[in-house]
């Protein structure tokens, strides 16, 4: 726990989303200050995760927040409160995604050509790596390139189920797709992802 | 238990979706089979990976920044502009908006689906398997470049990709599979239908099959 959450009246830090959306609603700043520390590093993470570009990220989480904000009154506590928010920074993320390729025409696959040289050379396995942390994020890069490279619908699954940790129930939500077809993109995202990646597994699985 | 009903039960198995009969159907299996026993290793490694990527902070000042931003919105001087929605969202929302009578909507859509029908068919009548050359997907609507599109025009058209391959029982996913792999992984570039080079995936993630609704609409946000 942050200081500044052990400064929060105990009421506030135990509060249920729902119940912090009720107290905003009501006109609670410091409600709303609770809801954005706890949601911030998620949403962040969901964003990022999806546009691949950290500084842009925290740019379209803020607008995520601001949105929550804006709209305080169309929230429904019927529903959960994290699967809106989550809906709401996904949506915003993946228009983002397409404004970029409409744009630009490019995928993030390019970004991670240009930061390896060659996805060949990364998996030849030549970079016994003294450099561990480099090694780290280099895998980082192919194993989020590998993830675009999947179809959308694939790509949402995944980084909302294995990346994001969300929860089936939670993924139907967001995504508004039945249950029944969550579970069979996962296992088909996972599967697609899991051949893509197979020189780094193979070497995980044996070491 | 077949190989495939264990590849199956493999994912549900790592989130702990299966009933105790099933899991233990399914170790059974895995004891006995090592090609299935690999292929649920490196699928668990697969997940680890996934899980054990970091998080990145939102930084210091992540909610002065939103304060400020949400100041400048109510003082009129940042515009949040409704996402507005494209394709054929919009064209449902003009019918929506339209309250048709229920046969007078039915007969829209019937006219609606004539007309894409015979689309697709005479799409299908072009193509045997090959993607053409030269002409565009029809329903693609920002082609050439979106991530997401033109998908559903290929996968009506038959051209096959080989991730709308990737069907776990289907015989032939392992040929499509290794093809994808081996270009990802020796061939940075390929060339494409144009004939020019683009990073190996690049075009087929062009021409894979995405979401009906992916295709051409603004995900909608307020
Ligand atoms: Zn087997």
Redesign the interface.
Known sequence: MTAAEQNQPPSLADASDEELMEQIVAGSEAAF?QL??RY??K???LV??FIHD?EQ??EI???V???V???RK?YRPSGRFSTWIY??A???A??E??RR??L????S??KL?EATG???GF?ADKRPGPDQAAH?HE??EI??AAI???????RDV?LL???Q?LT?EEIEQVLSIPGGTV?SR???A?????????????R??TS | MKCSDA??LC??H??G?LSCAEDEALQEHLRECPACAA?A???G???E???G???????PG??E??RE??RA?EAGELQ?MP?TLGGRARVRAWLDGLRLRPAMAAGLWLLLGIVLGGGVAHLAGNSSGEAPATEPAPLAV?A?????VG?DAMAQAGVRSP??D???DEPGSRSD?NR??SE?????YVQDRQGGLV????D??RG????RD?QDD?????
Not at chain 2, 184 to 188: I, S
Not at chain 2, 208 to 211: I, P, Q, T
Request: net charge positive.
């Open positions: 200050a954005v520390r911030q590093g949403i962040t993470n990022h995760r950290r990220a925290v989480a803020q607008e927040f601001l949105r904000y804006l709209h169309r809906t709401i996904a949506n915003l993946k228009n995604i397409r390729s409409r630009r025409g490019v995928t696959l390019d050509l060659d996805s060949g998996f780290q895998v980082e194993v989020m675009h490279k999947l179809p959308p619908k694939y995944i189920r294995d990346v940790q089936y579970r996962i296992n088909r996972r599967t697609a992802l899991k051949e893509m990646l197979a020189p780094i597994l193979r995980r699985t | 590849k199956r994912c549900g790592l989130d979706e292929q290793e490196q699928l490694a697969c997940v990976l996934l899980h990527l970091p998080d990145v902070e939102p930084g992540f909610y920044c939103v931003k949400i919105a949040v996402e920002e050439p470049g979106g991530d997401d998908g991730f709308w990737l069907e776990l599979t994808f792999e990802f992984l020796l061939e940075p990073p190996a995936g690049m087929y993630q894979v099959a995405g979401d992916a603004v995900y909608p946000v307020f």
